[in-house]
């Protein structure tokens, strides 16, 4: 037996290589890191390629050992190179993501340590580094300390915890769930229809509020729905605004909504995923004025805030609330109970062992300090703005509404052809192009061009490239 354990431990400590391996494995990762980032800005936002990243499929799991650097070459042809480079500042397309390098040491740091950050027994300074994040995001927001809240994977985790939550609080259950609703704009992200599915509120009503030229929510409206609701014997609970819509980056009159909710006894959910951490700008934090009413709110670090993939949070003002949703106690984490001075991330979230995700957003908030942070959010404003204005100097271009935040809609109006047809084939050639990416979408049944500035890589000579490349195709298509 000795023997036998004896030859599994030999094989076992490969898992831990010594110091010079370890050296060596991360030379080959930061040789590649680092000549990603010196290319950075010459690479292209998207590159059409055949083969789709198919290449990494030659590399199945088996029980033998790879070269590394095989690996990452492997790596960068199909994973790196094919279809979207979210790195980019040349993204410009749905909401651009960040990926920030100090970010990216955070993670490689809580890799390594691999603290346990799900309840406060086991990693307390790790639970309070993540909760004092939570208490920043209200405390920039406008909330009174009291309220609790989580960092998550992303935004629709968020706006699942959010509204799982509100369901419980309002009590919606089998006896009332098909009178039951919820009202939200045709603006509101889609992650909050599937979260409103997954938390088995499929049954409930789903009433879209009607929303003004600029899509946003129509408070006279809403206040109609609710009477009428109320009158016919349901029972609203829930109403979901948007501090920045995917879509157009419009804004509902927050406040205005949340006397509304006050007043009808509704919950009140803000998406700010998108648009939460303009807050952090002067003129963001007027426009989003009112989202200290909600009942529960969500950001995305992994937009606002430029960290890599990987990171939402979701506030909530009733402390309770939250936990009831989530909290729970097994027999088998009994010793965790004593002297918790914190509330733990695993009693607030459908999460147990989680990352460590508090150290990817502390460390760059502290090792660069806010103010960049709110320069590249008021930069990126201007930058729509911008755009906005030039896009108007280049003949047949018609816009959107102004931008409110760094969203900017435009559409190429061709003399002849149909305009829905030429927008869909200048997004076509600008994709081929591959310098730039924007994305569309369908406004009241129109064909609209959406350029989203939030990528901290994007900066003037982006927007001036932009420029060129929207005349340069739409020359192209003229001629054919
Ligand atoms: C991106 C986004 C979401 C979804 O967040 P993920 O982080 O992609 O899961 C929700 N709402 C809005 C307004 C968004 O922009």
Redesign the pocket.
């Known amino acids: 037996m000795l023997d036998k354990i004896a030859q599994l431990e030999k094989q076992s400590r490969l898992l831990e290589p010594d110091s010079p391996t370890r050296e060596r494995l991360r030379n080959s990762v930061l040789n590649y890191t680092e000549n990603f980032l010196n290319a950075v800005n010459e690479i292209n936002a998207y590159n059409l390629e055949d083969t789709k990243g198919k290449g990494i499929l030659d590399f199945p799991i088996t029980d033998e050992p790879t070269d590394i650097n095989q690996l990452i070459d492997s790596v960068e042809k199909n994973i790196d190179y094919p279809s979207l480079n979210p790195a980019s500042g040349g993204h410009l397309g749905y909401?651009p993501g960040g990926g920030i390098y100090t970010s990216a040491l955070g993670d490689y740091m809580a890799d390594v340590t691999n603290r346990y950050s799900g309840v406060f027994f086991a990693s307390p300074g790790a639970v309070r580094m993540e909760n004092m994040l939570i208490n920043w995001m209200g405390n920039i927001i406008g909330w009174e300390p009291g309220f609790v809240g989580n960092l998550t994977s992303?935004?629709?985790?968020?706006?699942l915890i959010a509204i799982v939550t509100a369901r419980d609080a309002k009590k919606i259950n089998s006896t009332n769930i098909a009178k039951s609703v919820i009202y939200a704009t045709r603006q509101a992200?889609h992650?909050?229809l599937k979260a409103i599915r997954v938390a088995g509120l499929k049954e409930s009503i789903l009433r879209e509020v009607p929303v003004d030229a600029h899509f946003k929510m129509q408070v006279s409206e809403l206040k109609k729905m609710i009477a009428q609701d109320k009158q016919d014997g349901l029972n609203p609970f829930l109403v979901i605004a948007?501090a920045?819509?995917?879509d157009v980056g419009a804004v509902d009159p927050l406040s205005d909504i949340g006397d509304m909710a006050k007043k009808e006894n509704l919950w009140y959910h803000i998406?700010g995923?998108?648009?939460g951490f303009f807050v952090l700008v002067k003129e963001g934090k007027k426009k989003l004025q009112g989202i200290e009413k909600a009942d529960s709110v969500?950001m995305?670090p992994?937009?606002g805030l430029f960290l890599p993939y990987g990171s939402?949070a979701v506030l909530v003002k009733n402390k309770e609330a939250l936990l009831n949703s989530h909290y729970y106690l097994a027999n088998y984490m009994q010793d965790t109970v004593e002297a918790n001075e914190e509330l733990s991330p695993a009693d607030l979230s459908p999460e147990l062992t989680k990352h460590f995700r508090g150290m990817r957003l502390w460390l760059p908030l502290k090792v660069h300090g806010l103010a960049p942070f709110r320069a590249c959010l008021e930069e990126k404003l201007w930058l729509t703005r911008y755009f906005y204005e030039e896009i108007q100097k280049i003949g047949g271009f018609e816009v959107g509404h102004y931008p409110e935040l760094s969203v900017a809609t435009f559409r190429y109006v061709p003399k002849k052809s149909d305009a829905n047809e030429f927008n869909k084939k200048l997004i076509e050639a600008i994709q081929k192009d591959g310098r730039v990416f924007l994305s569309s979408t369908m406004l009241n049944g129109t064909f609209t061009i959406r350029l989203a500035v939030l990528s901290f890589r994007t900066h003037l000579s982006t927007i001036n490239l932009t420029l060129q490349v929207l005349k340069e195709k739409v020359a192209e298509l003229q001629q054919t």
């Open positions: 909401i992303g935004g629709s985790m968020a706006n992200h992650s909050i948007s920045g819509s995917t998406d995923a998108y648009g969500i995305d992994h937009k939402g």
